[in-house]
């Protein structure tokens, strides 16, 4: 067992190194036209967007646009036939970017944000973690909690507004 253990704990030293991300090349960015750009990119799918208030961020815009992806992905593949919803607001200094499905909700597991765990067959387990790694690294927060409207889940982006007119 400790030889197992030892042997995981080299892996993932190794898988760490690979996976360090570049330095956000950070900027102003506009919510509304992130979140269009990725809506673009899933078009003739059962996704669609919400519009919210105008925000701007500072942050690297193909980093959080990758973070995106993923999580709308993630909520397509939870959520095989109904609509999955991009929205956001300006909310306390920070802009909070949603993502929601109808699907069957979360799982009872603390493990979401652990490397390696899924709940998807053929799933790596590592995209919620490097998307929560860069939107951390952006001085902002991912998180996922249960719909309290609909089943389904919310993935919740937050980060900081990025100009003293948004604050």
């Not at 190794?14 to 991300?21: F, I, K, M, P």
């Not at 059962?46 to 519009?51: A, G, N, V, W, Y």
């Not at 069957?104 to 799933?123: A, N, Q, R, Y």
Request: hydrophobic share 40%; proline share 7%.
């Amino acid at each position: 067992m400790e030889q197992r253990s030892e042997a995981l704990q080299r892996f993932l030293g190794g898988y760490a190194r690979l996976a360090r991300l570049p330095p956000p090349q950070v900027r102003p960015l506009d919510i509304a036209q992130l979140c269009s750009r990725v809506h673009g990119l899933f078009a003739g799918t059962r996704f669609r967007i919400e519009p919210g208030e105008s925000a701007r961020v500072r942050a690297d815009g193909d980093q959080i646009e990758q973070v995106l992806i993923n999580l709308v992905r993630n909520a397509l593949e939870a959520d095989a036939q109904g609509v999955v919803v991009l929205r956001w607001r300006r909310e306390a200094g920070h802009a909070r970017i949603e993502i929601l499905d109808n699907g069957h909700g979360l799982p009872s597991s603390d493990s979401l944000f652990v490397p390696f765990f899924t709940t998807k067959p053929g799933g790596s387990g590592i995209g919620l973690v490097l998307s929560r790694q860069i939107v951390e690294a952006q001085g902002g927060s991912l998180s996922l909690r249960p719909r309290d409207d609909a089943p389904g889940a919310v993935a919740d982006v937050v980060l900081p507004l990025g100009d003293a007119m948004d604050a």
